[in-house]
């Protein structure tokens, strides 16, 4: 079956850390650029981070640079993203999600279920 | 940054009608513009990329169109499944961002 299955989120302490895991099966991992993108609680998507099929063209976005790092091991089909300095408003549902695999930049095939992160004392 | 704003925020439909929904980008994006729909717990589901076609497996009552920063997504004859969460996305320029997001309620 072709899925994304994500794992990691908890309840964290602001300026702590988390790392996510996210698990591909079913199709050949090496051949997408995959994402991580949020939702916070009753709020809209917004796309956090990419990187490309070979590790690299990474991107992210303003608000988590410098604290967030995405990864991803090809041999393990497994994607990830290191979380440092967590914010409040770093809450969110935290989904995987695999782009369509085509030239450019393409839009999101394949999403995962989520894993929930939650920022709080 | 590219917003998206859709329009409007809520609909309400009865089965069998025909439904619009609007999104603009507030920068020209092409036809970089997905369509995403989502239910309650579950993940975005992709209906349309490229502002016009569908995605594997979406039935053809679902239609995209527009360019540049004007995009509607329609449904032909609203269905009591199609309930839900619609967004659009941008993949034209980082960031990606996507609207937020027009809530369909099925009468």
């Known amino acids: 079956e072709v899925q994304l299955l994500e794992s990691g989120g908890d309840l964290v302490q602001p300026g702590g850390s988390l790392r996510l895991s996210c698990a591909a099966s079913?199709?050949?991992?090496?051949?997408?650029?995959m994402s991580w993108v949020r939702q916070a609680p009753g709020k809209g998507l917004e796309w956090v981070s990419v990187?490309?099929?070979?590790?690299?063209?990474?991107v992210y976005r303003d608000s988590v640079k410098g604290r967030f790092t995405i990864s991803r091991d090809i041999s393990k089909n497994m994607l990830f993203l290191e979380m440092n300095s967590l914010r409040a408003e770093d809450t969110a549902l935290y989904f995987c999600?695999?782009?369509?695999?085509?030239?450019?930049?393409?839009?999101?095939?394949?999403w995962g279920q989520g894993t929930m992160v939650i920022v709080s004392s | 940054e590219i917003v998206m704003t859709q329009s409007p925020a809520t609909l309400s439909f009865s089965p069998g009608e025909r439904v619009t929904l609007s999104c603009r980008a507030s920068?020209?994006?092409?036809?970089?513009l997905a369509w995403y729909h989502q239910k309650p717990g579950q993940a975005p589901r992709l209906l349309i990329s490229?502002?016009?076609t569908r995605a594997t497996g979406i039935p053809a009552r679902f239609s995209g169109s527009g360019s540049g920063t004007e995009f509607t997504l329609t449904i032909s004859s609203l269905q009591s499944e199609d309930f839900g969460v619609y967004s659009c996305?941008?993949?034209?320029?980082?960031?990606?961002?996507f609207g937020q997001g027009t809530r369909l309620e099925i009468k």
């Open positions: 920068a020209s994006i092409s036809s970089s």
């Open positions: 996305q941008q993949y034209n320029n980082w960031p990606l961002t």
């Open positions: 999600a695999r782009e369509v695999p085509a030239a450019g930049t393409q839009p999101f095939d394949l």
């Open positions: 490229g502002a016009s």
């Open positions: 079913g199709f050949t991992f090496s051949g997408n650029s």
């Open positions: 990187i490309n099929h070979a590790g690299g063209g990474i």
